[in-house]
């Protein structure tokens, strides 16, 4: 059996991430500035856990005196199972990114929905409700952020993904609210207000099967992905006039904020920790 925390003594105040891959997480640094902001002391590691591993990783890292976990691609729907409560966003989600354990359970939550909803309505001054909105993507992102999109009362949201099979199964998981589900590649009679690109086609640098006419003055673009400099998707929202590109770097910190305060009760100062990591993105491109 691997040993994920091996060296480690006990902790007073001992977080983690777990996925894989998991080098590229950002975590970390964002809740040790949380706590720095907020003087707390706390120890936040990364640990590369795969698929199906995730039950023998919580449980060495309870052992190591953890007391709060994030999880990661591929484990948000094992977490989802291995917990003994789920929240409601949990549920509405079928999948969770932050487990707490508290008097010898493990509690599931996901703040990726509410992570979004604020980047875009507080951080960007992008209202919600009344909009059209259209979802590239149908996997474990798109199944965290829907939820909480609904609850801001949008006009409509339609959702495209290659496999549609995984679209249609979205729509069986929302059957209160009518999510519908559009081909992919398939052109739209009209131009939605927001489009989120949910798929990982940015990770490599690959733009999903959309029309030119899917995009122009007036849109909202929102790329969940956030990497160094603005991806294909961006440049090409940008060449067809859209008038607010966005990455995903600060629903990354806001969902961050969101554990952070599920843990320690403090909601921690996001603005200038997306500063800070927007000004070492810049600096690395
Ligand atoms: P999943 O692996 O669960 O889903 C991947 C999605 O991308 C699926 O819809 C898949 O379609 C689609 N896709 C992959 N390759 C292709 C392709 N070649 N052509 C068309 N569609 C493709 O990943 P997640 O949902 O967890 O993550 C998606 C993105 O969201 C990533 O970029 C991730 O970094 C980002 N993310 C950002 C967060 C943030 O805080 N900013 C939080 C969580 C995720 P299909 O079903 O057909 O395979």
């Known amino acids: 059996m691997k040993n994920y925390f091996e060296k480690k003594t006990r902790f007073s105040n001992f977080f983690c991430v777990a996925g894989t891959p998991i080098a590229h997480s950002k975590s970390p640094v964002i809740h040790t500035l949380f706590g720095e902001g907020v003087n707390l002391e706390l120890t936040y590691e990364k640990v590369e856990v795969s698929s199906g591993c995730l039950g023998v990783a919580i449980e060495q890292f309870k052992k190591a005196g953890g007391i709060g976990m994030n999880v990661t691609v591929p484990l948000k729907e094992e977490a989802f199972d291995i917990a003994d409560d789920q929240s409601d966003r949990a549920i509405k989600a079928g999948a969770a990114n932050t487990l707490c354990f508290k008097d010898g359970r493990i509690v599931a939550d996901n703040t990726d929905g509410s992570g979004i909803v604020r980047d875009l309505k507080l951080n960007n001054s992008i209202t919600l409700e009344g909009k059209t909105i259209l979802i590239l993507g149908a996997g474990g992102a798109a199944k965290g952020i829907i939820p909480a999109l609904i609850k801001e009362n949008p006009f409509s949201i339609k959702v495209s993904n290659r496999t549609i099979s995984r679209a249609e199964a979205l729509v069986e998981f929302t059957k209160d609210y009518p999510l519908e589900v559009l ?34 003055p007036g849109s909202v673009v929102y790329d969940m992905a956030y990497t160094v400099g ?56």
Request: net charge negative; proline share 4%.
């Open 183 to 216: 081909e992919w590649g398939k052109k739209l009679s009209y131009r939605p207000d927001i489009v989120i690109n949910a798929t990982s086609l940015s990770l490599s640098n690959d733009l999903p099967a959309i029309g030119s006419q899917t995009i122009g």
């Open 230 to 285: 603005p991806t294909n998707f961006m440049r090409f929202s940008e060449s067809l006039g859209a008038t607010q590109i966005l990455d995903g770097l600060g629903m990354l910190v806001e969902q961050a904020a969101e554990a952070f305060f599920l843990w320690h009760g403090i909601f921690p100062d996001t603005s200038s920790i997306i500063e800070y990591l927007r000004n070492e993105n810049s600096s690395n491109a």
